[in-house]
């Protein structure tokens, strides 16, 4: 036969216990005593842990999705990809019409629009007697520093030595088909790879820009310790963003064939220290 159970309240000394008895035998089963204060915290206690069960629900769980307003991590990353796409289109307008600027001054005037045609030269100065030749002091001073400077490693040793002491990665692994020319004005190497292949940072750092370039692509730049940037271009995808901390060897793009310059899938890179582009090969093995 199914028992059966009954509550009351019975008050004692202006505070409340909660008996369950058995229906059938009256023998007391279970009780509480109750009093405002420990109600209070029963409901205060149950009402935090709702809280925390539903937004570890909301953050943790596929079930956010359905929360109306919510953003889902694909249409985020679409829109992501739509903003560089408007960007890069913008910067192509910009170009277009700084194009049909120049050839409608080209078609009413003969000639294109320069440096010299857009400034306007100050009539208050004679600039027919300004003597721009070096002096002396400055040409010898200039010799100085030139012949100083012209054996000088240290810029090396402190690339090396900071290399050495710092774990650092391969940007991805392939064959370089173009080397570094600073003559040339090709201030990085070309590394051939497989398309789909991974890129990695070097060294950690933080990225300063990532974005769509038309010329080099998807790219990223990251500034390292030392006054130390390193340069990826060319890339299918890239998988960080501006102001993102990365870590040596972590994955921040994919090998691709974006942008003008370029006939093939391979990744652009480039090291500048402190402002001036250094030879990859130089401080790396690739």
């Known amino acids: 036969m199914k028992k059966k159970k009954s509550t009351f309240f019975t008050k004692l000394r202006h505070k409340y216990r909660l008996i369950i008895y058995n229906d059938n035998t009256f023998e007391e089963v279970l009780h509480f005593r109750l009093s405002r204060w420990n109600v209070g915290l029963v409901i205060v206690i149950g009402s935090l842990l709702i809280i925390i069960i539903t937004t570890f629900v909301i953050a943790y769980t596929p079930l956010r999705e359905y929360i109306p307003g919510y953003p889902d991590a694909e249409v985020l990353q679409k829109a992501k990809n739509n903003q560089l796409f408007i960007d890069s289109i913008a910067e192509k307008l910009q170009i277009q019409e700084k194009y049909l600027n120049n050839l409608k001054y080209l078609m009413l005037y003969g000639e294109p629009i320069t440096k010299q045609t857009v400034m306007t030269a100050d009539t208050t100065k004679n600039y027919k007697n300004l003597v721009l030749d070096p002096s002396a002091e400055d040409s010898a001073f200039r010799k100085k520093i030139e012949q100083e400077a012209k054996y000088s490693i240290e810029t090396d040793k402190t690339l090396h030595s900071f290399f050495v002491q710092n ?24 590394i051939v790879t497989k398309a789909k292949d991974v890129v990695n940072s070097i060294l950690d750092g933080y990225v300063i820009f990532a974005g769509f370039t038309s010329q080099a692509g998807y790219m990223i730049i990251i500034q390292h310790k030392e006054n130390l940037v390193s340069v990826y271009k060319h890339m299918e995808q890239i998988m960080v963003s501006m102001g993102d901390k990365v870590s040596a060897g972590k994955v921040i793009g994919i090998v691709g064939n974006t942008g003008e310059l370029t006939t093939g899938p391979h990744l652009h890179f480039e090291l500048w220290y402190k402002g001036q582009p250094i030879n990859p090969e130089d401080v790396m093995t690739f």
Do not use: A, C, E
């Open 167 to 190: 774990h650092y990665f391969t940007p991805t692994k392939g064959i370089i088909s173009n080397k570094f020319d600073k003559i040339q004005k090709h201030f990085g190497v070309d």
